[in-house]
């Protein structure tokens, strides 16, 4: 970080950027920019107001938007659901966050003036900054848009004193969900976990019904899974079923031993030419190595971890596992909260073929207890926000077994796992209630190592497999090589040389 200016190398370009954007759409800029306490400055929040004190927040559907100032102003993003029920005829896209959150929220604190909003109809975050309106608080995934999106508009701080401050005690809550947010951080703690969309292992019991095959078991090994997975890749008449899906990219960003891609430096935030990382370590290629066992089993041609209701299979319900989420299975479960109005039809027609099963999803090893890193959503609070206390306090509320139990209770992973609140999964959604999923809080989320010093940018990790070995056909080892040395090297450069840093 310079002194002078306050902010990183990564800050002053990015900011940069966005500022020769607000210049470029006429807007008036402020002789100073208001002070962050994060890595990178703030983005002033000098929107358009009318003489009530609204900001007008003009965005690419046409729609009436605006935030008042005395509204705390609550933005949750990339979590499907949140962006359910939002289309151009008018409708907001709030029913979700209403039922999880928004409702509890009020009830809690009903002297705040809550206005909730939702990536991307009708917002986005180049809408908010383009009008100087700062969200308040920010529910967002931090593994891949700290320094994706809130980094870069300076709408992170350090909430360590504030995590203190409120009392909220961290050790209490999913350890690799604190970590997560730890490791995109800078040396700091940006956020503070929420709820986990959890990867659970999705089967069909019909399926396994059909040919006399028992079901997987909680625990159950990935050799174990490729045993039953060769057997259920099977053609029988005309019909031909895959055996399981398991989404690569995934597989590998979130792998189950913890590895993170990048080299530890000198540098929390090193230059693009300084990022260096390490795809071909032994560890790293165990992982692979277990996962192109089940890419290579013929007849059983990845295609989209979606096959498992539809996805890109010419028939519903023939593929008989899949490593998928929560939110999914809530879905495939036809819980209207979970499916969009206009795919309601499709998945009543298509769950005919399928009857769920759920169990944890497969270990590395026989008796290791370890799961995906946590597919985590988290709460940040900018240090542009006017209402940092009340922000503060609704964090704090976010994470109390209170709400965390009505978390749980809409089926999603918690981050504080309480008997109750364990106990609550699934409970408020009449669609599971015929589902066993006394599995989904098993397991250990793994927990990411080795990220100090280093600089997360958001790399090409679908070139390990979907590229080199699915379509070049080449092996492991050169896979793992290439991607190191050729692919990721390329395309940092190609993405610093247009002025970005993720």
């Given at each position: ?117 939702t990536w991307d109809y009708p917002i986005r975050y180049e809408d908010l900054a383009r009008a100087g309106r700062v969200p308040d608080l920010i529910i967002e995934d931090p593994r891949t848009r700290i320094d994706r999106d809130l980094e870069p508009l ?349």
């Amino acid at each position: 970080m310079s002194d002078k200016q306050g902010m990183s190398r990564r800050g002053f370009v990015r900011n940069s950027a966005l500022i020769g954007g607000l210049a470029a759409l006429g807007g008036a800029l402020p002789a100073t920019t208001a002070a962050a306490t994060s890595s990178t400055s703030a983005v002033p929040r000098a929107g358009a107001r009318s003489a009530a004190g609204v900001v007008d927040i003009p965005n690419r559907y046409g729609k009436p938007f605006s935030v008042a100032d005395d509204e705390l102003f609550v933005f949750a993003v990339n979590f499907k659901p949140f962006e359910l029920g939002g289309d151009d005829a008018g409708r907001e896209a709030t029913r979700y966050f209403n039922a999880v959150f928004g409702d509890a929220i009020r009830a809690k604190f009903p002297n705040v003036k809550l206005k909730y909003a939702t990536w991307d109809y009708p917002i986005r975050y180049e809408d908010l900054a383009r009008a100087g309106r700062v969200p308040d608080l920010i529910i967002e995934d931090p593994r891949t848009r700290i320094d994706r999106d809130l980094e870069p508009l300076g709408w992170v701080q350090d909430m360590t004193p504030l995590v203190q401050q409120a009392g909220i005690d961290l050790s209490a809550l999913n350890l690799g969900s604190v970590e997560q947010v730890k490791s995109r951080s800078d040396g700091g703690l940006y956020g503070v976990p929420v709820f986990i969309d959890e990867h659970v292992l999705l089967y069909n019991k019909l399926i396994f019904d059909k040919f006399g095959v028992r079901y997987p078991k909680v625990g159950s090994t990935y050799d174990d899974i490729y045993k039953t997975a060769k057997s259920l890749t099977r053609q029988d008449g005309i019909d031909h079923y895959k055996g399981f899906m398991q989404h690569p990219d995934n597989y590998l960003a979130l792998n189950q031993l913890g590895l993170y891609p990048f080299v530890p430096g000198s540098s929390e935030q090193p230059a693009p030419e300084d990022v260096k990382v390490n795809l071909t370590t032994a560890e790293w290629k165990q992982v692979a190595y277990n996962m192109n066992r089940f890419l290579q089993l013929p007849g059983n041609t990845f295609t989209t971890v979606d096959d498992f209701f539809k996805g890109d299979m010419s028939f519903p319900g023939h593929l008989a596992m899949s490593v998928h989420t929560l939110s999914k299975l809530n879905a495939y479960a036809l819980n209207p909260l979970y499916v969009e109005e206009d795919d309601a039809e499709d998945y009543a027609e298509w769950a005919k073929s399928v009857k769920i099963g759920v169990t944890s999803m497969p270990v590395l090893s026989r008796g290791s207890t370890a799961i995906y890193q946590p597919n985590a959503r988290a709460a940040f609070i900018p240090p542009q926000s006017a209402h940092k206390d009340q922000s503060l306090e609704i964090i704090k509320y976010l994470v109390s077994e209170e709400i965390q139990t009505r978390i749980s209770s809409y089926g999603v992973k918690a981050v504080l796992q309480t008997p109750a609140v364990v106990g609550a999964f699934g409970t408020a959604l009449p669609e599971l209630q015929g589902i066993d999923t006394s599995a989904v809080y098993w397991g250990d989320n793994a927990v990411v190592k080795d990220y100090h010093n280093t600089e997360y940018w958001d790399i090409p990790l679908y070139k390990v497999f979907r590229q080199h070995v699915l379509i070049d056909g080449m092996d492991v080892d050169s896979s793992l090589q290439v991607a190191e040395q050729v692919d990721i090297p390329n395309y940092i450069k190609a993405q610093a040389a247009a002025g970005l840093t993720w």
